[in-house]
Structure formats: C-alpha cells, structure tokens
C-alpha cells in the first residue's frame, strides 16, 4: 500500500517535523540530483534549474549544488533569490552559489540543455503560471519536476493554462492527490517517491499494490458451490454478451458454479454459448422485468447476484424490489445502475451492496459530476461500496483505495462486465466485500496489462487471461 496525502497533510508534516528544514531539504535536493544522474546527469552535462523563491526552489539550489559537485555544468535561473534573510531557501541559495553554480535571472530559454529541473512552485501552488515562464513550459527538453510539475493543482490534478510536463517528478515523503487526479497522469511522468525523514500523516487515498489484493484460496475439500456461486442477471437481446463475460469474468475468477438468469427465450441461446454457464429462468418471453419473484427466488442456491449487465431498460421498479428482496451481497451494475431513480433503493439495503458505475452512469444515478470525492460520499451515504472505474479507478467504502494499474487498453467493450463478474466470485468465495472489489479492480487492470503486452485486449480474451493468472494462488 502506498499511501497518498493531500498538499495541506504534506505541509502540516512538514511544519511538525523535528528534523530541521534544512536537513529536510538537503535530502530533498539529494533526491532530486540522484533521480537526475539516473536520467544520464553526470560529468559535462548541461543543466538548467528554474528555481523559485520558497522551500521549492531550495531544493532546487540543493540539487544544483549536488549535480555540480558530480561536474556536471549547472545553471540556475532565477525567479528572484528565495525569501527571508534566515530562510532554510536562502541559505540553500547561498550554498549553491559558494559552490560555484551560476545563479542568472530567469529570462527566456536562449539554448537547448541536457536536462530542466522545475523547481518553480511546489504542492502549495494554485491558479496560473506567470507568462515569463510560459516559453519555459515548451521547451523541448526532459524536465525533472520537483514536488509536482509547476502550473498543476497538487490537489485536484487541474491545469489552467501553461503548464510543465515532467519527463520524471520526484515528490516527498508520499504521493499527493494530484499526481493521480486530473491531468497529473499526463503532466508528472513517471514519480519517485523519496524518503526524507518525515513520519506518519493521514493518508488521503491508498494506491493498491499486489500485497493489498488478495486472491480467495481453494481449501482441499472444496466443490463447486463451496467456493462461491454466483447468478449474473441480464443479457437482453442485442446484448446477450454483457452478461456472457460477466459470466466469464465470474468463472476465469475462481467461481465454482455460474448462471444466467435470463428470459425464457434466451435459455438455448446462453446455453450454446457457454455450456459451462448454467441457465436460469426469471422472466417470460425475451425480456426480463415485471415480476422479480423469480429472481429471488434463486437466493436460496447462489450466494451473489450480479444484476446489470446487458439488462436493457427495465422498469426501476423491477430493480428495486429485487435490490430489496435480495438476502445476500449484490453487485450492481450497467443497466441496473442506470433503472435506479436515485439512490434510496441502495440506501435500503442491509446485505453488502457493491456498484460498479463509469462517469457517464455515477452522474446519471447521482446528478454529480463523478469524483472520488463525490463517490466517498455516495459509498457513506448510501452504505455501499463504490467502484468508480476509470484511470486510475478508485473503490470507497470504509477504506478509500486508488488502483493506478489499468490504462487505456481496457477502453474495450465488455472489459466493465468482466469486472462486475469478478467482483461478484470474489464475495462469493468470501473475501470482504471491500477487499473482493479492490483485489478484482487491481487484477483486472494488470490482467489487461499483461494481455496488452501481446495482443490488442478484447473483453473475452481479458477474462482468460485473468483466469490464467489465478491458477497458481487456489
């Protein structure tokens, strides 16, 4: 678990900290100058550290001093000598210039170097770059950014206006919110985390790692409806496959046995499609709502009911009497977030509730714009688990977890329906419902990445290829 605090939580362990700021910030630009010689900064390399006027700039200072220690030519441009006659900055300053590294105004970049240290603003910077370093922003260098690339929001993640784009960033002590929201992804590169003596702090959001994502383990004994049964309700015509990979997700995650609940007249077609998936009538014709005593009626030999994917319009009514009835945890997700009237019907709910919305259904069933922030409070509200899928995804409930795993590649259709029936095995085999969520978000996104790295992912081939994964941990 890594975890990841707010720019206020960083400041406040830094103002509390009982390491003097200037031994902070000698680590501070020590990190910096080591993540710059694994760039390739050494002896003969040319390099230009825009510093700033507060503690940010400091340790740019402190790594000018260190990269010219290594021989490297450094120049530092200026954006005015740091604050306060006594600063911890200053004195960072005054050390670099002794040092015989060249301190200039910031001017305009009149030549090309080997590597650009921003070292502007640091996590306390909100609003716009200033125009004079607007031509810095578009330099054609790689760029080193301390802290978080200047004119970013380390908060949010937003940009307004101009803006550095980090080849590398080094931050302190922990990620902050902005390096994962908004346009962080885009603007911070990859990110090293140094260690400069601060401890504790309250962590904002976790990143999931593979030690936080458990995998449910077979015991000797098990059978097929010992270790988790799980019925995937939905699979309208024209989109029978919604609920085929749901089922597949479910089955390649370790479920003993899966069904398709699905009309009466969809029986043979699910039934050639999948002979290993079971089928289950609850509903006439080729369409599924009305009367939901069907469904709940399957409560007594599955232990979770997947309901959404490829469920078509239906009546709300239909969702929520089955929301209600249902005794045991529910995955709810699709078409079966998007018949809800808002969110009382999940308020009701006294059994494990897992959601699984995109952006476009989190602002349908809410009227938010989707945030992790909006979500955290869906997830108190409402009592359930919140998994907001995107890049990153963040699942919330009593814990708030980020997965920074996935990427592009799972902008397929189906890979969300995969995701639903992976949850769904994962409670049924009886992890925590907030455990189930985040291991099955992490294996998802590193099942699509590990399928990217050989092929274009498809939904069908992602569900096989989380099943590969699993069948060392049962």
Not at 98 to 110: K, T
Not at 227 to 255: C, F, N, Q
Not at 277 to 295: C, I, Q
Request: some cysteine; hydrophobic content about 45%; charged content about 20%.
């Amino acid at each position: 678990m890594k975890p990841v605090v707010t720019p206020e939580e960083a400041a406040r362990l830094d103002a509390g900290s009982p390491v003097p700021v200037d031994v902070l910030m000698d680590r501070a630009g020590h990190g910096v100058a080591r993540v710059a010689a694994e760039m390739g900064i050494g002896y003969g390399s040319e390099v230009v550290v825009l510093a700033g006027r507060g503690n940010n700039g400091g340790d740019g200072y402190v790594a000018a001093r260190y990269l010219a220690g290594r021989g490297a030519q450094v120049t530092v441009r200026s954006l005015g000598f740091p604050k306060g006659d006594f600063s911890p900055a200053r004195r960072a300053a005054t050390a670099a210039v002794r040092s015989g590294v060249a301190v200039e105004p910031l001017g305009r970049p009149d030549r090309r170097w080997d590597l650009l240290i921003d070292a502007v603003f640091g996590t306390g910077f909100h609003g716009v770059l200033g125009e004079a370093l607007h031509g810095w922003t578009e330099l054609s260098v790689p760029v080193l950014a301390v802290d978080v690339p200047s004119g970013l929001d380390a908060r949010t993640g937003e940009v307004r206006g101009p803006a550095f784009t980090a080849t590398r960033t080094v931050t302190f002590h922990a990620l902050k919110t902005g390096h994962l929201l908004g346009e962080g992804p885009d603007r911070c590169g990859r990110i090293d985390v140094v260690d400069i003596g601060l401890v504790d702090g309250r962590a904002e959001l976790a990143v999931c790692e593979e030690e936080d994502a458990p995998w449910p383990r077979r015991p000797r004994t098990a059978h097929k409806w010992s270790v988790g049964s799980v019925l995937v309700v939905g699979g309208a015509p024209g989109m029978t496959g919604a609920a085929t990979l749901a089922a597949d997700g479910a089955l390649h995650a370790g479920a003993g046995a899966v069904a398709i609940g699905c009309a009466a007249d969809l029986q043979p077609v699910y039934a050639t499609m999948r002979p290993g998936v079971l089928t289950a009538t609850v509903g006439g014709g080729s369409r599924l709502g009305g009367d939901p005593a069907p469904v709940l009626a399957r409560s007594e030999r599955y232990r979770v009911l997947a309901l959404g994917p490829g469920l078509g319009p239906v009546e709300s009514g239909f969702v929520e009497a089955i929301l209600d009835g249902w005794p045991g945890p529910v995955v709810l997700d699709a078409d079966g977030l998007n018949a809800l009237d808002g969110v009382s019907a999940l308020a009701r709910r006294r059994s494990p509730t897992v959601i699984t919305p995109h952006a476009g259904e989190f602002r349908r069933l809410t009227g938010e714009a989707p945030s992790y922030l909006a979500a955290r409070d869906l997830a108190a509200s409402a009592g359930v688990v919140v998994v907001l899928k995107g890049n990153p995804t963040f699942v919330l409930g009593a814990e708030r977890w980020v997965v920074v795993a996935g990427g592009p590649e799972l902008a397929t259709i189906g890979t969300g329906d995969v995701l639903t029936g992976m949850i769904a095995a994962f409670v049924a085999a009886g992890l925590p419902v907030e455990t189930a969520a985040r291991s099955a978000a992490y294996h998802h996104s590193m099942a699509g990445r590990r399928l990217f790295a050989r092929q274009v992912v498809t939904a069908e081939d992602l569900a096989v290829e989380v099943g590969r994964r699993s069948g060392g941990r049962r």
